[in-house]
Each structure stands twice: as C-alpha cells, then as structure tokens.
C-alpha cells in the first residue's frame, strides 16, 4: 500500500510538471503550523533561482493545478511561496479503508528481509535477575517483533553468561558448607546424583554471600578462581555441579521471562562455545593478527580516524585463561557458521560500548564475519531511581526484578481498585496485565541509549504518556463497542467494515483518521531505526487523538445509522491500530480496568 505522503507528492509532482516545473520539488511534510494547514510543500522556493521566478508564482502555477485535486481539499499559495495543504476527507476516508482490510494495515515487508540474530537479555545464571536485566529484555523483545512483523527473520539468543567467576564461586561456598559432597571427592569415578544439592532458594543465598565473602577474604577468593579453573579445564565433579546450577537457575529463569512476556528462541550461553576458542586463536595467530604483549595474546584494533584510545582486544590473558572477548568473538565465530545472520545486533548496556567495538573490529579484521554482514551495537542507558542515581531499594540495595515487578503490580492494584466503583474479583489479574504495561511503556517510551528515572507514580498514572494510559483508551474502545452492541443486538460492530468510514465531519475526527493513517510509516520508521520509542510516540499520539475525538462526540447518540456506523468502524481501526501497536512493543491490554 502506498503512503498518505507519497500518494499527496506524488499528485503534487504532477502538478509541478504540468505547470512545467521538476517534479523532484514536490516534497511534502507535515505543516509546521498546524493551525494554518495539515501538510505543505516547499518546494517552490527551492524551485525559484533555477527557473529565475518568484517563488510565490510557482506556488501559484502548482497551486491553480491542484484546484480540482481529489486528494486535496486545499491547495493553496501563500507567501512567500509555501503551497498550504489539507487532504480531502473523501480521499482521507477511501485511505482508511483500503488500509483496514490489509492484514498488516499497510505496513509493508522488506524488501530484502533479514536474518538477524538479536543478542538480548544476558543475564548470569546463579545470580539474581536486577533491574539491569530489564532494559535489555524488554528492548530486545520489541525489536525482535518489530523486525519479525516486517518480514525480517529474527532468532533471538539469551547468550546466558554461564561460564564465569560466579560458578566457582558457588562451588567453594557450598565445598565449605557441604565438604562431604561426592562432587568434591577427586578419587570418586561414579555417576553423580541426579539431584542438584541446592534448591533456586539456597542458590540465591549461596552467590551473594560468596561474592560479598570473595571481596573480604582473599585467600577464599584465590579459591573460587582455582575452582573455576578447574570447573573450565574440565574437572568432572565440578562440571556435574556447573550442570546442576545451570538447570536450577534457567528453570527459574524460563519463569522470570515468562512472566516479562519476553521469550528467546535459543537459550545459549558462554559455555556453549568454548570449545570453539583454541582452534580461533590458533588461526588468529598464524594469521599474525594475534601476538603476545607483555605475556597476554593481543589484537590489534586501532584505526586511523580514533580520535580516543582503542586499546587492543586481549583474546588470552598471561595464564592463558580466555576474557569475555574471547568468548564473544566465539559466539560470533559460532553463529556466523551455524545461522550465516545478515545481522548480529546486541542489546547490551552502553557502558560496554568499547567491548563491542574491540569485538566487532576484531571480529572484521580477522574474518569471523562477512564484509556485508552488519554487527550492530544497540547501547542502552541507565534506568535511574528518582534521586538520579542507579535504581536501588529502599536500603540500597540492588534491586530484584520480582521485587520491582511486584511493587509496581501492587500499586496498578490499588490504582485500579480506586477507580473502580464496583468490585471485581479480578482486579489482581488486571493489575498485572497493566503493571507489565507501565513497566514496558515507561523504559520503551524513552530513547534506548538515554538513562531515563524509573517512576514508579508517573509509570502508573493514568493519565500522560504512560502505559496505563494507552490501554485505558483502548479499554475505553472496548467498552464504547460493547455498549453499542447491546444498544443495537443486530447490527454486530464487527460488522461495520472499514468501507463504512465516511469522510471526517469535525477536526477531532479528521485528526484521529490522519494519525491512523500514520501507523505504516511509523512502524517501518521504528523497526528500521530499531528505535521501539517511534513506535511509542506514535501510539501516544493515536491515543490523544482517539480521546479528543470521544470527547467531543457523541457516538451512542448518534441518529444517523450511516454516520453512526463510521464512526464504530473508525474505532474498530483506531482498537486494531493501537492492539497492533502495544502487541509490537511487547504489552497488552485487558477488557476492562
Ligand atoms: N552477561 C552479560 C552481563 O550481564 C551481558 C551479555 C551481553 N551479550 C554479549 N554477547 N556479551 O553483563
């Protein structure tokens, strides 16, 4: 389907060329003064030096072309050579319903659809999901929606970090607490049990208290290296163990996703490709890209235009152990032989940029990755407690994702059992629908690379740009469609096609049928920028749209059935346009709140 914009210039280029002038000038945008016109074409001024006129009589030619325009109610010059436009309610109207009956509502697939992987989520297994893992999940959800809603082909990757310091940490804490552990017996040669020897809830108190150990006791900390150590070179009763924590801990994880809405296609992780790393540095150095700096093997990944210090990737460090480099460049080495992606983009914390570029340089460098395959880095911000620093419970402490999730899920409660003038058993099960929403509206809505203040009262309003707010207009849809159809037990509001909209009969509506006309681009433009925050200002603007016109209407009321069913046929567009919109963002709505 074509767009509004495209349809109005590309009338507009005929005009320019009938009136003789390049049709490369119709280019049309919304109007900066709203007051004075919908859309407006500049392009007569830029026109006046090469055809040696003023710009107001170019407008003049174009504008007097467009007298009969049926995509314009209004064409008309004004100095010193703007061409105002406002689209015609009858063109406006046949959009709207071309666009209902299309099954993505106009949006258009790719024309060269992608395989990409999208690295997101990352958490540790064994240690608590935070609030930093937040971000990560709930952008790289939308993303992965958006890419697949255009065509793209997205598989989405966990990358578990599951091979690091925090395994031998657990393992020398719970050697202390439980010596007599056959996983500890170096001479023992049987089977291992299959049960693990810690249930989720022990293991959540085993990390923190080793890891705040570790920090004082540097003698407990040289253990917890050597046991990683030997975990990593293979030692057989730590890997049952490592085997163990991981499976209590992604089970635990599989819950903590699910309740986000957030899902992966493959739960991965370092361990995965650890094999793959001798082979990788042997070739990277007989390749001579790899050498050895002050005992520690280094590649070189500096350009001429830095203008700040690349320092070299370290792919092994003086005791030959393999860093988190290592292991994501043979992740990449990985993936680009099992999936060959178009794409790799990771959803990571901004504060690991330069990790990502070393990578990503290395990676190209040493040929991991095909010329034309893209390794994006997409960096998010901090979210912020309302004090302006890093988000923390009330004691300081970091905060666990549960914890957060409740505490907002506890006020949509009260929130909504306020509002509510009868009882309904299922405000809990509505509090937790709407509180998904204001988490995951309130960290979308901001520019992923920003920090933006996590606030839990403005995240749960109702009113203003929040998630709440979204689906109390797509509620208030519901419950307006509900009404007529028990007002009107024959006519079935899903009946009323989008073919009914008639044109607009007042500004609110003609405002609601433009931003609806707007959802195309506005999904293309967030999922090409990968910026779920378009998406959410547009969703933002439909709604405010929606509001002014239910404000100002009145629709139960209305006594012309013709007029009364485009305006239910208006809602039915405006409910599939927002549902649409929260679903891509990764949300949704209840029936009632
Ligand atoms: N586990 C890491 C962390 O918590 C994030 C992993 C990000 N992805 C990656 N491929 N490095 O910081």
Same mark, same amino acid.
């Given at each position: 389907?074509?767009?509004?914009?495209?349809?109005?210039?590309?009338?507009?280029?005929?005009?320019?060329?009938?009136?003789?002038?390049?049709?490369?000038?119709?280019?049309?945008?919304?109007?900066?003064?709203?007051?004075?016109?919908?859309?407006?074409?500049?392009?007569?001024?830029?026109?006046?030096?090469?055809?040696?006129?003023?710009?107001?009589?170019?407008?003049?030619?174009?504008?007097?072309?467009?007298?009969?325009?049926?995509?314009?109610?209004?064409?008309?010059?004004?100095?010193?050579?703007?061409?105002?436009?406002?689209?015609?309610?009858?063109?406006?109207?046949?959009?709207?319903?071309?666009?209902?009956?299309?099954?993505?509502?106009?949006?258009?697939?790719?024309?060269?659809?992608?395989?990409?992987?999208?690295?997101?989520?990352?958490?540790?297994?064994?240690?608590?999901?935070?609030?930093?893992?937040?971000?990560?999940?709930?952008?790289?959800?939308?993303?992965?929606?958006?890419?697949?809603?255009?065509?793209?082909?997205?598989?989405?990757?966990?990358?578990?970090?599951?091979?690091?310091?925090?395994?031998?940490?657990?393992?020398?804490?719970?050697?202390?607490?439980?010596?007599?552990?056959?996983?500890?017996?170096?001479?023992?040669?049987?089977?291992?049990?299959?049960?693990?020897?810690?249930?989720?809830?022990?293991?959540?108190?085993?990390?923190?208290?080793?890891?705040?150990?570790?920090?004082?006791?540097?003698?407990?900390?040289?253990?917890?290296?050597?046991?990683?150590?030997?975990?990593?070179?293979?030692?057989?009763?730590?890997?049952?163990?490592?085997?163990?924590?991981?499976?209590?801990?992604?089970?635990?994880?599989?819950?903590?996703?699910?309740?986000?809405?957030?899902?992966?296609?493959?739960?991965?992780?370092?361990?995965?490709?650890?094999?793959?790393?001798?082979?990788?540095?042997?070739?990277?150095?007989?390749?001579?890209?790899?050498?050895?700096?002050?005992?520690?093997?280094?590649?070189?990944?500096?350009?001429?235009?830095?203008?700040?210090?690349?320092?070299?990737?370290?792919?092994?460090?003086?005791?030959?152990?393999? *860093? +988190? &480099?290592?292991?994501?460049?043979?992740? !990449? %080495?990985? $993936?680009?032989?099992?999936?060959? @992606? #178009?794409?790799?983009?990771?959803?990571?914390?901004?504060?690991?940029?330069?990790?990502?570029?070393?990578?990503?340089?290395?990676?190209?460098?040493?040929?991991?990755?095909?010329?034309?395959?893209?390794?994006?880095?997409?960096?998010?911000?901090?979210?912020?407690?309302?004090?302006?620093?890093?988000?923390?419970?009330?004691?300081?402490?970091?905060?666990?994702?549960?914890?957060?999730?409740?505490?907002?899920?506890?006020?949509?409660?009260?929130?909504?059992?306020?509002?509510?003038?009868?009882?309904?058993?299922?405000?809990?099960?509505?509090?937790?629908?709407?509180?998904?929403?204001?988490?995951?509206?309130?960290?979308?809505?901001?520019?992923?690379?920003?920090?933006?203040?996590?606030?839990?009262?403005?995240?749960?309003?109702?009113?203003?740009?929040?998630?709440?707010?979204? *689906? +109390? &207009?797509?509620?208030?849809?519901?419950? !307006? %469609?509900? $009404?007529?159809?028990?007002?009107? @037990? #024959?006519?079935?509001?899903?009946?009323?096609?989008?073919?009914?909209?008639?044109?607009?009969?007042?500004?609110?509506?003609?405002?609601?049928?433009?931003?609806?006309?707007?959802?195309?681009?506005?999904?293309?433009?967030?999922?090409?920028?990968?910026?779920?925050?378009?998406?959410?200002?547009?969703?933002?603007?439909?709604?405010?749209?929606?509001?002014?016109?239910?404000?100002?209407?009145?629709?139960?009321?209305?006594?012309?059935?013709?007029?009364?069913?485009?305006?239910?046929?208006?809602?039915?567009?405006?409910?599939?346009?927002?549902?649409?919109?929260?679903?891509?963002?990764?949300?949704?709505?209840?029936?009632?709140?």
């Amino acid at each position: 389907m074509i767009k509004l914009l495209q349809r109005m210039e590309t009338e507009l280029a005929q005009a320019f060329e009938g009136a003789g002038y390049d049709a490369e000038l119709a280019r049309v945008t919304v109007s900066n003064r709203p007051d004075l016109c919908e859309y407006q074409c500049n392009g007569a001024m830029a026109g006046a030096k090469r055809y040696h006129k003023a710009p107001i009589q170019i407008a003049q030619d174009v504008a007097a072309r467009l007298a009969h325009s049926p995509v314009f109610d209004k064409a008309e010059a004004v100095k010193p050579g703007f061409i105002n436009l406002d689209v015609s309610g009858t063109f406006l109207a046949g959009f709207l319903a071309e666009m209902g009956t299309m099954e993505k509502l106009g949006v258009e697939t790719a024309a060269s659809p992608r395989k990409i992987i999208l690295d997101y989520g990352g958490p540790n297994v064994a240690k608590p999901l935070h609030v930093g893992h937040l971000r990560s999940a709930i952008i790289g959800e939308s993303i992965k929606r958006l890419c697949r809603y255009l065509g793209h082909t997205v598989i989405g990757d966990i990358h578990l970090g599951d091979w690091g310091l925090q395994m031998g940490l657990i393992i020398t804490e719970l050697h202390k607490r439980k010596p007599e552990l056959v996983y500890f017996d170096p001479a023992y040669e049987g089977e291992y049990p299959q049960e693990a020897p810690f249930t989720i809830g022990e293991l959540e108190e085993i990390y923190p208290c080793a890891s705040a150990r570790s920090k004082e006791d540097e003698e407990y900390r040289q253990e917890a290296l050597a046991a990683t150590h030997e975990m990593q070179q293979g030692r057989r009763g730590y890997i049952a163990l490592w085997k163990q924590i991981l499976q209590v801990s992604v089970e635990d994880l599989h819950k903590n996703y699910e309740k986000l809405d957030v899902s992966f296609d493959l739960w991965k992780g370092e361990s995965d490709v650890q094999s793959y790393i001798p082979d990788m540095v042997r070739s990277m150095r007989e390749q001579g890209f790899a050498y050895e700096d002050q005992g520690a093997l280094v590649v070189d990944v500096r350009e001429e235009e830095d203008t700040k210090e690349v320092p070299p990737c370290m792919l092994l460090k003086s005791d030959g152990a393999a *860093l +988190y &480099t290592t292991t994501d460049l043979a992740t !990449i %080495l990985e $993936r680009m032989k099992l999936y060959d @992606p #178009d794409e790799i983009l990771y959803v990571v914390d901004k504060r690991q940029e330069l990790h990502f570029i070393q990578v990503f340089r290395c990676a190209r460098r040493t040929g991991l990755v095909k010329p034309e395959t893209d390794l994006r880095f997409l960096g998010f911000g901090t979210m912020n407690g309302k004090d302006g620093k890093p988000f923390k419970t009330r004691e300081g402490g970091v905060m666990r994702l549960e914890n957060l999730i409740r505490d907002i899920e506890d006020e949509m409660y009260t929130k909504i059992v306020e509002n509510r003038s009868v009882k309904d058993t299922d405000a809990r099960g509505t509090a937790q629908v709407v509180g998904l929403a204001a988490i995951k509206y309130g960290d979308l809505s901001n520019q992923a690379t920003k920090d933006y203040i996590f606030d839990v009262d403005r995240f749960t309003s109702f009113e203003g740009n929040t998630g709440p707010y979204i *689906l +109390y &207009t797509i509620v208030r849809i519901k419950s !307006i %469609l509900t $009404r007529f159809s028990e007002e009107h @037990p #024959d006519a079935k509001p899903a009946a009323c096609s989008p073919a009914q909209i008639l044109p607009p009969v007042s500004e609110s509506e003609k405002a609601l049928m433009l931003s609806l006309a707007g959802f195309a681009p506005a999904v293309e433009n967030a999922c090409e920028e990968r910026a779920p925050h378009r998406l959410c200002a547009y969703i933002y603007e439909v709604s405010n749209a929606l509001n002014s016109f239910y404000h100002e209407t009145r629709i139960l009321a209305e006594e012309d059935s013709g007029r009364q069913a485009s305006y239910i046929a208006l809602l039915l567009l405006t409910r599939k346009v927002l549902e649409t919109g929260i679903d891509l963002l990764g949300f949704s709505a209840p029936d009632r709140m």
